[in-house]
């Protein structure tokens, strides 16, 4: 069984980097696409970063273009959002997800077979 759990946030000064980690578990994780999402109070569920369960195809979101890298180490089941020169707008909750399907994650959206983490709380604030 999939289990996906998310480390890595807390409170930061604008500007500052974070690096969020989420553990694979359960399944084969090169098998698996890993998409970084988040959502705020009051707004909808964002979709950040993706890669491919080879890590050989990422796909970002404008918003973080530029300022957010994913990578991933199968060998570790672990994939990463490195997040640098962070906005009090950046700050949420912090999820990742899974689906056999690239393309799913990569539009953003998550198939009948995906799942989800539970959330790490990023604050950026000064």
């Known amino acids: 069984q999939l289990q996906l759990v998310e480390s890595g946030g807390g409170l930061v000064q604008p500007g500052g980097s974070l690096r969020l980690s989420c553990v694979v578990s359960?399944?084969?994780?090169?098998?698996?696409?890993i998409g970084w999402f988040r959502q705020a109070p009051g707004k909808e569920r964002e979709g950040l970063a993706c890669i491919s369960g080879s890590g050989g195809s990422t796909n970002y979101a404008d918003s973080v273009k530029g300022r957010f890298t994913i990578s991933r180490d199968n060998a570790k089941k672990t994939v990463y959002l490195q997040m640098n020169s962070l906005k009090p707008e950046d700050t949420a909750v912090y999820y990742c997800?899974?689906?056999?399907?690239?393309?799913?994650?990569?539009?953003?959206?998550?198939?009948?077979?995906?799942?989800w983490g539970q959330g790490t709380q990023v604050t950026v604030s000064s």
């Open positions: 997800a899974a689906d056999p399907y690239y393309d799913n994650l990569s539009s953003w959206s998550i198939g009948p077979f995906g799942s």
């Open positions: 359960g399944v084969t994780p090169d098998n698996y696409a």
